[in-house]
T-cell receptor
Framework: GAVVSQHPSRVICKSGTSVKIECRSLDFQATTMFWYRQFPKQSLMLMATSNEGSKATYEQGVEKDKFLINHASLTLSTLTVTSAHPEDSSFYIC?????????????FGQGTRLTVV | DAKTTQPNSMESNEEEPVHLPCNHSTISGTDYIHWYRQLPSQGPEYVIHGLTSNVNNRMASLAIAEDRKSSTLILHRATLRDAAVYYCILRDRGESGGGADGLTFGKGTHLIIQP
């Protein structure tokens, strides 16, 4: 089956530094990828929609200057958490669907556990 | 996306069937019913989806009520590896862009499997 790979799976960084998370679709092309955030004991919340070759679309309340998204190719999207603070500590998950696929399954990465100290 | 309601948690014994309910009384005629599950510390995983007829795959079965206002995910023989949070999500069949919208996750049902 299709695979979406996220890297790194776990990262610890100091407050004020930036962290980049990569999301790759390994065997299909994805015009659109999605980034979610999940705090402990809570559900996934959509942060932004990453569009290949154009600007990302952010959900209300998500700071676009803090969470930089780049979707440079049909198989790679990156999320950079800039000037991270302890409140940004969370589980970040990306998702992708096959290009042109209507109402089919979404494939998720394994998630990245970010801890800001 | 239309709202779904699921029990917060359910418990079952290993090797027994599990029926996970989902209510979606405001479902529209163009909404598909999707189920995903999330194992601890992992990203969600697709389980099954359907529109009107019952569906079966290697992981589970999906039973959809005749009025489509509720559905039940059936795990025929639960194992310890099925312990996860199960999410029932409605997706509009008419969505544009071939998957342009992210999924709206509710709180899901935390399934506990007893050995």
């Amino acid at each position: 089956g299709a695979v979406v790979s996220q890297h790194p799976s776990r990262v610890i960084c100091k407050s004020g530094t930036s962290v980049k998370i990569e999301c790759r679709s390994l065997d299909f092309q994805a015009t659109t990828m999605f980034w979610y955030r999940q705090f402990p004991k809570q559900s996934l919340m959509l942060m932004a929609t990453s569009n290949e070759g154009s600007k990302a679309t952010y959900e209300q309340g998500v700071e676009k200057d803090k969470f930089l998204i780049n979707h440079a190719s049909l198989t790679l999207s990156t999320l950079t958490v800039t000037s991270a603070h302890p409140e940004d500590s969370s589980f970040y998950i990306c998702s992708a669907r096959r290009q042109g696929a209507r109402n089919t399954e979404a494939f998720f990465g394994q998630g990245t556990r970010l801890t800001v100290v | 996306d239309a709202k779904t309601t699921q029990p917060n948690s359910m418990e079952s014994n290993e090797e027994e069937p599990v029926h996970l309910p989902c209510n979606h009384s405001t479902i529209s005629g163009t909404d598909y019913i999707h189920w995903y599950r999330q194992l601890p510390s992992q990203g969600p995983e697709y389980v099954i989806h359907g529109l009107t007829s019952n569906v079966n795959n290697r992981m589970a079965s999906l039973a959809i009520a005749e009025d489509r206002k509720s559905s039940t995910l059936i795990l025929h023989r639960a194992t310890l590896r099925d312990a996860a949070v199960y999410y029932c999500i409605l997706r509009d069949r008419g969505e544009s862009g071939g998957g342009a919208d992210g999924l709206t996750f509710g709180k899901g049902t935390h399934l506990i499997i007893q050995p």
